[in-house]
């Protein structure tokens, strides 16, 4: 589990507005990770951990993509992996192990990890 | 498809700091709907018909529950149900359809809707 915050601080409003696109994966089946949570008040080193997870995610075997966004304390993260075992090695890789374990005790006031086998996708031009 | 914004506007700040929970749903297996959009810059209705479709989902059978946020103009919305059939049954309601396809000529940008099948599911407690 890990949420990908858009954390971006440097960048400038034009530049965030032309990040910001929906994704499109390759063809099912592969695996999403449906991480939602809510916050605590406590910050310490948060965005700079979310920020660095990202980066380690991105880099690991499998690894498809993630969409995240936050509203009114609810913070939802989707990562998309091709495999469930891709997913599963994500989770234990060490440092982010570490990661979890602070967000357990000092991040998160609640959180849910859902495991899924996506089916089917479709986008704006396919129902 | 569609999303469901937190748009209470009429509730206190503390009411909904309240009402933000993380949904713990039943055991898998059972369906998610991660549906992932940008917007367009008009609302012109958009809110009202959010609230309306969140009415109506919740009223559908089969529906357990469904998870909103939405930042930096990426929004994500999960709906979960008993079965794809009852997924699908959503999808296919008259008033819904309609708001489909306003959605699609006018309130979204882009994206992207993934049927998924929650094969496991854990939270804070239990890894």
Redesign the interface.
């Given at each position: 589990m890990w949420d990908f915050?858009?954390s971006d601080n440097t960048s400038t409003a034009f530049q965030?507005?032309q990040a910001?696109?929906?994704?499109?994966t390759v063809e099912?089946p592969y695996v999403?990770v449906?991480f939602?949570?809510?916050r605590t008040d406590t910050d310490d080193g948060y965005d700079r951990t979310a920020q660095r997870m990202s980066q380690l995610a991105a880099r690991q075997p499998g690894y498809l993509g993630h969409?995240?966004?936050?509203?009114?304390?609810?913070?939802?993260t989707?990562s998309y992996w091709a495999t469930?075992a891709d997913a599963q090695n994500w989770k234990l890789v060490s440092e982010h192990r570490i990661a979890q374990d602070r967000g357990?005790d000092t991040w998160?006031r609640?959180?849910?990890?859902?495991?899924?086998?996506?089916?089917?996708?479709?986008?704006?031009d396919r129902r």
């Open positions: 915050p858009r965030r507005e910001i696109t929906v994704l499109h099912p999403a449906i939602t949570s809510t969409e995240s966004a936050r509203s009114d304390g609810l913070g939802i989707v469930e357990r998160y609640d959180y849910s990890v859902r495991i899924a086998v996506v089916t089917r996708a479709y986008g704006m």
